[in-house]
Structure formats: C-alpha cells, structure tokens
C-alpha cells in the first residue's frame, strides 16, 4: 500500500499594482458614466412608477388592486437578475421586439424598485390615521381627493427614509446589468481585469467607487431621519 500524501498548500503573495487601474481609468470613467444613467433612469422609473402601484394597491375598486398585487408578488418574488436575463433573452423571441441590454437592465431594475417601493408607499398610506380619511369626507371630499391633498403628503414624508435606502440600493444593483454587457462600472472593471490580469486590484477599484459615492449619501439619509423625527 502507498503512504498517505500530505498536500500542503503553498504561500501565495499577491503584489498589488494599481498602475494599469490608473492607466485605464479613462475605460473605467465610461463605466462610472454608465452607472449613473443607468441609476437616474431606474430610479426615477421605479419610484414613480411605484406611487401608482402602491396607490393601486391600496385602492378600494378591485380592476386596480388585484392587477397592482400581482405586479408587486410577480417582480418582489423574482431576482433582478433573473428578470434583466429574461427581459433580453426572452423578451424578443415572446414578442418580436429587439431589446438592447440598456433596456433590458432598466425593465429588469427599474420593475423591480417599483414593486418594492409600492409596498413602502402602501405602508405609508395605512399608517395614516383613520380619523384623517374621516376629516376629508367631513368636509366633502372625495376619497381620491382626500388621498390626494391629505393623505399621500403625510405619507410620502414618511416613508422619505425608506425611499432614500432604497434608492441607495438600486445604485448598487446598477452592477447587475453587466449580466447583459451593459458598458457600466463593473463590467469595465472585467474588461480591465481580463486584459492586464489584475482582478483584485480591479474589482477593488470598483468597491472603493461605490464607497465614495454613496458614503455620503447614506450620511444624508441619517440627518434626514434625525430632521423627519424632530418634524414629527
């Protein structure tokens, strides 16, 4: 019989070499580039587009609930990265249409911010005080108009917090469009890596981008709570 052979695993150095990062920063700064296009569509898309789920959600006729409930189970339920994939593979051969993998990360992300915002907006709306609802109709409003002029501003003040948290997330979702070889930060990144052979040094480039983004921002969301507390 052969004795046992112990494998014993070697020591690996790693020499970082930001060089080639920063002699391609150019190829990196259209990916930036993209990230925030792709960002300000989705993000404008999807909270906009989930105030009219979310209102549809928490309407009182069922031709709006019902449809506004199976758009919010449909994409909350399924990954974004599943639907950007559907929405560029399966898309065109279901319906004929050409989709380009712009549009198919800003169907896939931008639906999703939709359904997840609608559920903050609902939860916002059911916060409010009944008694607010009774006051519009006291003085003769209708239930559209007391949501409109009474309700959604208390509610939307809100949910603001949640709003902003979101939106931080839908910026760091943007990497998922590199899927579809969307030209975006991350898949730069890959590009770089794949030809200087430098993942790490790459891929850390594009955590230390996203940190000096939204570092900031996450701050502001923290003032903006502590100024909706003292408000309320």
């Known amino acids: 019989m ?3 052979v112990k494998a014993r695993c070697a020591d690996v150095e790693h020499n970082w070499d930001f060089a080639t990062i920063i002699e391609n920063w150019p190829v990196l700064w259209v990916g930036v580039k993209g990230t925030i296009v792709i960002f300000v569509v989705t993000v404008t898309l999807g ?7 979310g209102m549809g959600r928490y309407a009182r006729s069922r031709l709006f609930r019902w449809p506004s409930t199976v758009f919010v189970e449909v994409f909350r339920n399924t990954p ?19 989709v380009d993998p712009f549009l198919a990360a800003v ?25 607010q609802w009774e006051a ?20 939307i003040k809100r949910v603001l917090p949640a709003l902003t948290n979101r939106g931080i997330e839908v910026f ?9 070889a969307y030209v975006e930060t991350l ?42 507390r003292r408000s309320d």
Do not use: C
């Open 136 to 155: 519009g109709k006291a003085i003769g409003m209708t239930y559209g108009q007391t949501l409109r002029r009474i309700i959604l501003p208390v509610a």
């Open 172 to 180: 760091k979702m943007s990497t998922l469009a590199s899927v579809v």
């Open 187 to 228: 898949n730069q990144a890959k590009l770089i890596a794949d030809l200087n052979f430098n993942p790490i040094e790459a891929y850390t480039a594009v955590a230390l981008i996203f940190f000096l983004v939204l570092y900031p921002v996450v701050q502001g969301t923290y003032v903006l709570e502590r100024v909706m």
């Open 47 to 53: 909270l906009a587009g989930g105030l009219i789920i």
């Open 80 to 98: 974004v990265l599943v639907q950007i994939i559907w929405f560029y593979y399966a898309f065109p051969i279901l319906t004929g249409i050409e």
């Open 107 to 131: 169907l896939g992300i931008s639906l999703n911010t939709m359904a997840f915002s609608a559920e903050i907006y609902r939860a916002g709306i059911q916060s409010i005080d009944p008694g």
């Open 2 to 4: 052969h004795a046992p």
